[in-house]
């Protein structure tokens, strides 16, 4: 097993491309062509965590959170980062961050903790823009079904809960082969015409390489005629935040509680309480106060997620209830995703959940 047995594995279910611009998701210590003897899996990658790798024997390290997040200049070890960095590098251990792309996928964090909460109907609350691209292709008649199953196969064509979508439409081609070509129909310096078929299917934007090959792979033509598009389309399987309800309405205070307990919360920040039930709820994994007016547009009776500044509080306006429990009580469920993930793919391989709580925020209940 080598490390990007793993990581390309992370990353059919959670592609780098849906990582937002800010982030630095992948593998950011380490060679993804060496041999993975055991993975570590965590929400923060920190020194006690790396000493962790170390006491079971793993060299890969898979963090929700990169430990390099800015551009580094030096590694000196003049604060944790560095000094994570170089232990890890000194005991050959490769440090891997699946951060925003799996919070933009539908079985991502926010699944997780929709989950957690026992939400039913759950969908992407606010659909990420320009995820979806149409490819359009013209092929003889006979060899429709062939391209249609290698575009299928490669990823393209599905649409919400449904695949092998395309559209189709027949008439006819015209090429005229020059002395050099190697014509599939038709003869050299004469005008052919050939009836076809015009397929079209939609497929997402981090596939397009896949789909290509799959279609020059798989049609007859030696030079293949296709257009790709971009379109405004949102597709309901990338996207912020997520949206669901609870099968049994309940009170504003039995919804807390059950937050309380469910996420071994502490304390839980909250706005006004509105004296209503609480149906539908809103969620986003880690810092989500830029997702609160989408939660009240979306008619949410609470919006659970972090990190709230003072003033955004007041921006809940009596229309939803805003519970804040915490940046690692939203995502502290995270490694067991990526357990999830690689299990299913990789069933005998050495994968640990860490046993180290990473959180740096405290309380103080004397």
């Given at each position: ?29 380490g ?48 604060n ?8 890890a ?22 699944e ?34 062939m ?31 020059n002395?050099?070509a ?10 052919h015409?050939e ?9 997402p934007?981090y ?16 030079e ?24 049994n309405?309940?009170?504003e ?12 919360l ?34 949410a ?7 709230f500044k ?18 690692f ?23 640990h959940?860490?046993k ?11």
């Open positions: 097993m080598l490390i990007k047995d793993i990581t390309n594995h992370l990353e059919s279910i959670a592609p780098l491309a849906l990582q937002e611009n800010y982030d630095n998701c992948g593998l950011l210590v060679n993804a062509n060496d041999e993975c003897f055991a993975a570590l899996l965590t929400l923060d990658c920190t020194e006690e965590i790396i000493d962790e790798a170390i006491a079971i024997g793993a060299n890969l390290v898979i963090a929700h959170h990169p430990i390099i997040f800015g551009g580094i200049k030096k590694l000196n070890g003049k944790y980062v560095e000094r994570t960095i170089i232990k590098i000194k005991n050959n251990i490769a440090i891997y961050a699946a951060h925003t792309n799996y919070d933009n996928i539908n079985n991502g964090v926010n997780m903790i929709c989950n957690k909460i026992g939400l039913t109907n759950c969908k992407i609350l606010v659909p990420k823009p320009q995820t979806l691209q149409k490819l359009i292709t013209y092929c003889p008649v006979n060899n429709a079904e391209v249609r199953t290698s575009l299928f196969a490669a990823g393209a064509g599905n649409i919400g809960n449904y695949s092998n979508c395309s559209f189709s439409s027949e008439g006819y081609g015209t090429y005229m082969a002395e050099n190697n014509p599939t129909a038709g003869e050299i310096g004469k005008l015409t009836k076809e078929v015009k397929i079209e299917v939609i497929f934007f596939s397009e390489q896949k789909i290509v090959e799959a279609l020059v792979k798989s049609h007859p033509y030696e293949v005629a296709y257009d790709i598009i971009s379109i405004s389309n949102t597709s309901n399987l990338f996207g912020s935040g997520m949206l669901g309800v609870l099968e309405e309940l009170s205070h039995d919804f807390l509680k059950q937050l309380k307990l469910t996420f071994g502490q304390a839980i920040k909250h706005t006004n309480l509105l004296n209503k039930k609480i149906k539908t709820v809103a969620v986003c994994g880690g810092s989500g106060s830029f997702l609160l007016g989408h939660a009240i547009a979306a008619n009776d609470v919006y659970v997620s972090s990190d003072y003033h955004e509080y007041f921006n809940a306006e009596n229309k939803i209830v805003i519970a804040d429990i915490g940046h009580e939203t995502e502290q469920f995270t490694p067991q995703i990526f357990y999830n993930h690689i299990i299913k793919k990789f069933s005998t391989f050495a994968t959940l860490s180290v709580n990473t959180n740096p925020i405290k309380y103080f209940n004397g």
